[in-house]
């Protein structure tokens, strides 16, 4: 192993270019020198006011400055919110290495393929307790538990001091399959010291421990013992932990499974050829094969814990999915809990698939599924192990920093030791100090459709007023040299008013423009800006007082 | 008492018009012969996918097809899914009757004045016990318990039986204020005979019993005394039995009270008029005057439980409210639970009330919130006094009145006697039957502005695409004698890309445009139609392949 030697005028930088302030795309940035290591690339799903956005990623600006430096970006498990942001980053970055758990590059694998970035890259498998070297910078992989198999932490040994980054855990004693959390490694890096950590912070808010996912597969067999008639489960398609215990639970009670839906395929298929999934034989059935059996004997396993629109579920809940449907008996599971914001898609789910005949398991109660992040007791074992000089609390919302450095405190960590920052924040450490330096641009990249930041604050702006009132335009032909309309006005309007019973309105607002063009032209002012602006001006205000709507007026002058 | 002759031909019918299959905008018909009344008429807000409505009210077109029968409008209590509907629907109805309890009366009151409407309607004051004849039909009310004071639910006499509306309700034994629920009036109908219950399935999903209210008094006497700083505190504005606990909880401390926000002076000063809130002297202080106290006797109640964006609590969060800002120690204590839906927003308020240095009590642990619903044990009960013969669960998502059927049916009613129906279905009771008869429009109307009804599904899918892609507007003039493009192609777009960015997409598009009209021209096909269909076609899958996008496409042809 190497020791940091501690030199008091050597400085190490951590940038966390997103994944503080919010749960999703996490990167935080090493940087020691000449020496830069990426911790994770990931991706958020956009807040509902991001209207037609698909997904956000973190502005990697203080990477390109420094492009060259470079070493790894290292990925500590294969969820969205830490490796989804690969496949925009990477044309950037040419060439980069990438190193994460078998597990985690086989999903990573699976990404680049479809966006046909494989060549770009060069992947490296790494394992927990392995040690690579960069420079002068170490680091050494700890594995942890999380709800998605092959999760490690990383330890980050600089010339200044020892950096621990967590990333997602929990501490789960009795985990389905894989190491539990490596205690051994991170009682020894605790003692022999730890400048920074940074970690978990996401059920900050929660009293208590986490329960083993293994309960779970105690809720599944009764359930799937118990239920008379065909069961129809959702998860999340990367807990191959609950995907395992659905197989147990199924050969236990004598059932067949049939995967449905693209992403749970995928990954049944990379797990089971990497080794995350073991199926009894004779249990794994396809869709087509589930009407020679009885009902009691299927599974239908598939994708839709959100509501998703355009999930499995949902389509099953709206009696559009193409190859099955609902019978009446059918039980549904679903063994996940909706993600803050997504609570009215799932209920609306719900309640279509009670209409259509099912029984809905879903309460909290019933046990089909437990958290992947550590409760406050199972952080405060972390800092306890770990010891930190300073804390920087990631993966959380605000209030789940706050909650964490509350914690910290209470087990004796200085409150100025902790930093609670937002994204883009550079923090510079020393052996001996550590303080906010400056901050870099963190505001996230929007992703819509193809385009990558073509979308801002200006197009998001003219969405927001398009979707509460729609549009109203009005065209007006002039001719240039006359100074006559020869054309007009004429008004079009969309997502505004049903026309059809708004012909008077239609009028009226003719008669507006129509005044306003009069007065103009009598006062020979003519110049677009002029009647754009007399025009937005007159009508705006007319469907204010007739509607109590603002449209987006868009005045369209054509000179012939 | 008038005792329901059952006669054996005789027929009721019963039809929510709002109110289940949904929480909100409830409005229930008990139709017999030439006698109709109507119980309760709220509003809803919009799902989010209703983009730009406000609100959402009952389709009345059944009420006005047999608006000469209509005896009375009989208000439950003053929550806005209770009365909300009231504005828009008095219009349609002119000169109805209006019948509700004091607090109720005083809040309707407030609205129509709003809306000055108040000489359009007679209000009449009901109290808890008494009895009012329409024609063939009684009615006598029940106080019940609810998170407004002044709750009742409605016993109907018919001729054909006795129908019992719980309306909202929980059974509180230790109630603030006022009486509990009125268990010996529901004994005792329930043993003369109950032939319909409709009754509160919001909590349905609940186990055991909700807490009383007074259990929030202690905790927030306990916060009260023990923060050190100045307190902030938001709750519902019609919350009354809430705001006398806060303004209690003050004194016990020595803390004044200041109210803030226009909603919650309105209620305050309602209540205060009405009797229904005590406030000790010298307790209430202007927000002018908490200058003049220190910050640990101060006490500031206002609004924004939901994260509104333009609400007090949401203006201090972001530093934007006119006349205060959050000094940091400030303790802002939020007693409420977010309305499903409304999660996002309120987490984002509390982060940034953190962000500013408060801290911040939300937590359910915490004890500043109990709901104003039944849990399960409570439903049953309130069903083991009523004992009806038929049940229709009300006030509840689809998988609310599930739950709900399925507790009564654990109760020994018969399956077939639950009525777990849509909005709009007209069912009919006699003394030995009941039966859906048929179903009645009863989609919601939307309220978008000025405008009741004129927004539907057209201007909401528009909307829709609008959101999503935006606009991308293309215009020509063309020469209709000469059969030449006078001017353009020009192009606008909106909440599309940022068009400075962009110049080479829009100059493409141009081209794509300008070989559209070639070939048109070339073949003579210059009808408007064919114009427009073959431009939308074109730019439409030129803008999706260079930007994976689906803006609205607008042609627009001058002809001169």
């Keep these: 192993m190497v020791k940091g030697k501690k030199k008091s005028k050597d400085k190490v930088n951590i940038v966390p270019l997103g994944g503080v302030g919010e749960i999703g795309k996490n990167m935080f940035v090493i940087h020691y020198k000449d020496e830069i290591l990426v911790l994770d690339a990931g991706l958020m799903f956009p807040e509902e006011e991001l209207l037609g956005v698909d997904m956000v990623i973190p502005d990697i600006s203080y990477l390109l400055e420094y492009k060259d430096k470079i070493k790894a970006i290292i990925l500590t498990h294969g969820h969205e919110d ?42 490296y498998e790494i394992r927990s307790g392995e040690e690579l070297r960069f420079g002068s910078l170490t680091t050494r992989f700890f594995s942890t538990n999380h709800s998605i198999p092959d999760s490690v932490g990383v330890i980050i040994t600089t010339p200044v001091g020892n950096i621990v980054y967590t990333s997602d855990f929990k501490l789960d004693y009795t985990p389905v399959q894989g190491d539990i959390t490596d205690f051994h490694t991170l009682a020894e890096i605790g003692k022999e010291g730890v400048l920074v950590a940074l970690s978990d912070s996401t059920n900050a808010e929660r009293p208590g421990y986490t329960s083993s996912e293994k309960k779970v597969g105690e809720s599944l067999k009764d359930i799937f013992y ?75 396993l598939t994708t839709g814990t959100q509501g998703e629109p355009l999930s499995a579920l949902t389509r099953l809940a709206t009696a559009n999915h193409r190859k099955m449907q609902i019978i009446p008996g059918d039980t549904v599971v679903i063994a996940a809990t909706p993600i803050p914001g997504n609570e009215k898609l799932v209920a609306r789910t719900i309640d279509n698939l009670f209409r259509r005949g099912a029984n809905v398991i879903y309460e909290p109660i019933s046990g089909v599924h437990v958290s992947g992040h550590g409760s406050q007791e199972e952080l405060k074992l972390m800092l306890n192990l770990l010891r930190p000089e300073y804390l920087i609390p990631v993966h959380g919302e605000y209030r789940h920093l706050i909650h964490h450095a509350n914690l910290a405190e209470n087990l004796g960590i200085d409150r100025e030791n902790i930093f609670v ?45 398009l979707a509460k009132d729609g549009i109203f335009i009005v065209i007006v032909t002039i001719n240039s040299s006359t100074k006559t309309i020869v054309s007009g006005p004429d008004i079009v309007s969309r997502g505004f008013v049903y026309v059809r019973e708004s012909e008077e309105l239609l009028v009226e607002a003719r008669e507006n423009v129509n005044r306003v063009l009069d007065k103009l032209i009598n006062k020979n002012m003519l110049e677009w800006s002029t009647i ?29």
Aim: glycine share 10%.
């Design 532 to 560: 754009k602006a007399n025009i937005k001006d007159t009508i705006g205000k007319f469907l204010w007082d007739k509607t109590g709507r603002k449209p987006m007026i868009l005045p369209i002058i054509v000179e012939v």
């Design 226 to 300: 118990s239920v008379e008639g065909r069961i129809i489960i959702v998860t999340f398609a990367t807990n191959v932990h609950r995907i395992q215990q659905i197989f147990n639970a199924a050969s236990f009670s004598g059932r067949k499974v049939a995967v449905d839906g693209w992403n749970m395929l995928k990954v049944v298929r990379i797990a089971q050829d990497l080794g995350f999934l073991n199926i009894a034989p004779n249990t794994l059935i396809g869709l087509e094969e589930i009407k020679n059996y009885p009902l009691n004997e299927v599974v239908i």
């Design 82 to 123: 830490h490796i989804g942001a690969l496949p925009y980053i990477i044309p950037q970055l040419n060439g980069v290495s990438i190193f994460g758990t078998k597990l985690t590059l086989g999903l990573v694998e699976s990404k680049l393929e479809e966006f046909e970035l494989n060549s770009e890259v060069d992947l």
């Design 421 to 465: 920052v937002e994204n883009g924040t550079v923090m510079e450490f020393t052996p001996s100090s550590g303080r906010v330096l400056t901050s870099v641009p963190s505001d996230g990249v929007y992703v819509d459709g193809l385009g990558v930041g073509d979308v801002g604050s200006v197009v998001l702006r003219d969405r927001h007023v």
